[in-house]
């Protein structure tokens, strides 16, 4: 007969797992069919902007209306419903995620990284500004995130090398790249999918969200280069100092990865697509039907370079790379199914009148600035931006039509809070996966990031001031 005992010092603890975004989301759509229940319906009056050719909810014409709860039939279509309605967004991602699927395995980024740290060698602080510029640019225009990833084992060698800490390495990598994913003004999964669901033209108000990443990456920069001389100085006000952790980096990352002269080929091909991006996007209004076919061209193109003519090879590794965002892709359908209960029970005004109503006292740049912060906090729950956008981007743009701020203030709001706020958000995956890698305790990390996202939040307030003062439109 087996015995259980425990010692009088044992003791059994209750561990406590934070959901997922899955199963948080998923929980979400119950929440809200049972809110359809309580929550009286009601509605706005909607008509035509002759000016914009959009349709926007018309001001103090709200009325309540005869409930319509969301049943158990309802809960489970949702999700069925929420997938087709978003399965325009949902292809487009998927068809990124192939292409940089395609990009990261020829491994001409990473060879270009590595002769840039060999150049620089000796010039450390340059090194710092050139790397995270270059990843702010791939965050600002490719929408770059989880692709990075790669880098940081490369990074952190070189880092470790000039005398610097772990801290630096994945602050060059992750905070360089959400510099420009923040603010980017063509980044195609944050502001390209929230100006789609807002109803602006895509990738409008290039201007002043230009403005906003240069700012941005300058803060960044700073911030980094900052620590990184004082680490350099004195060992011993690094952060991680004391640390037992020791990481093992191999330099011989940096020696093993040469610039081809098929690597050159396709950095050439990077860079005019992205021109060509631009160019389409500002002369012909490019959509999200032409970004796609723009980046297959170019993922085929890099395939055939990369993998020598075979077509078969960037086939597989073109699906590896969408089978990558395939969660984030159902994310974006669970997130629109909340959508679809809302518009069902009839509640989604309800809540915009809600919220808009105290915002409607404040003056504009007070309420632009609640909906930053409010972004912010509900990035901690919904940590993924196609996802987040989802959910928040309709109730947003309706409330900014309510309360008379331009829908362009309500999608940088969201597009800052979620992206600057990424930096302290332990759900968010691809920080705690560059953490890992270097081995950096969340803890630790806080005290870097913590007064960046602070001077970042700052910095998105003004221009967010200056968006309301000169009511940001396209430009």
Same mark, same amino acid.
């Given at each position: ?211 906003? #990443? ?178 928040? #981007? ?28 990424? #930096? ?7 920080? #705690? ?43």
């Amino acid at each position: 007969m087996e015995k259980h005992s425990k010692g009088k010092n044992e003791k059994r603890k209750l561990k406590l797992k934070a959901p997922t975004t899955t199963a948080l989301l998923m929980f979400i759509i119950v929440l809200v069919a049972l809110l359809t229940y309580i929550v009286p319906a009601g509605q706005y009056e909607r008509a035509m902007d002759d000016e914009t050719g959009r349709e926007l909810i018309v001001a103090d014409s709200f009325s309540y209306t005869e409930s319509s709860p969301v049943g158990p039939g309802g809960v489970l279509s949702s999700v069925f419903n929420g997938i087709v309605g978003a399965a325009e967004i949902i292809a487009f991602v998927l068809i990124v995620g192939g292409v940089f699927g395609v990009i990261v395995k020829s491994g001409a980024i990473n060879a270009a990284l590595a002769r840039l740290i060999h150049r620089l060698k000796g010039r450390e602080s340059l090194f710092i500004v050139i790397a995270m510029t270059a990843f702010a640019i791939g965050g600002a225009t490719f929408g770059m995130a989880e692709e990075t990833l790669p880098f940081v084992a490369i990074v952190l060698a070189a880092t470790i090398a000039m005398g610097y800490d772990r801290i630096v390495a994945v602050s060059i990598v992750v905070v360089g790249v959400y510099a420009g994913y923040s603010a980017g003004p063509l980044n195609p999964f944050n502001v390209g999918i929230a100006q789609a669901i807002a109803g602006l033209p895509l990738f409008s108000g290039i201007g002043l969200r230009t403005i906003l #990443m240069i700012g941005g990456l300058i803060i960044a920069i700073h911030h980094t280069l900052r620590y990184a001389k004082k680490v350099k100085l004195n060992p011993k006000t690094s952060l991680l100092s004391g640390e037992t952790v020791e990481v093992e980096t191999d330099v011989t990352l940096l020696d093993n990865l040469t610039m081809t002269k098929q690597h050159k080929a396709i950095m050439i091909i990077l860079g005019l697509s992205l021109v060509s991006l631009v160019f389409g996007v500002l002369k012909y209004g490019w959509y999200l039907g032409e970004i796609s076919a723009l980046m297959l061209l170019m993922g085929i193109i890099v395939g055939l370079i990369a993998f020598n003519g075979s077509f078969n090879q960037f086939t597989d590794e073109f699906m590896k790379g969408a089978a990558e965002l395939t969660a984030a892709a159902l994310i974006i359908g669970l997130s629109r199914a909340i959508l679809v209960v809302m518009e069902e029970g009839q509640i989604i005004d309800t809540f915009v009148y809600a919220v808009s109503t105290p915002l409607a006292g404040l003056h504009s740049v007070f309420a632009a600035w609640g909906m930053y912060i409010s972004q912010g906090l509900i990035n901690f729950v919904i940590p993924s931006s196609t996802g987040q956008a989802a959910v928040v #981007m309709p109730i947003m743009s309706s409330i900014s039509d309510v309360i008379g701020i331009n829908r362009q203030i309500a999608v940088q709001a969201f597009q800052s809070g979620d992206g600057y706020w990424n #930096m302290i958000t332990p759900t968010h995956p691809v920080l #705690m996966a560059a953490l890992g890698i270097a081995a950096v305790p969340f803890g630790k990390w806080i005290r870097f990031a913590g007064p960046l996202v602070l001077k970042w939040t700052i910095w998105t307030m003004i221009i967010l001031a200056i968006g309301v003062w000169i009511d940001w439109g396209p430009f």
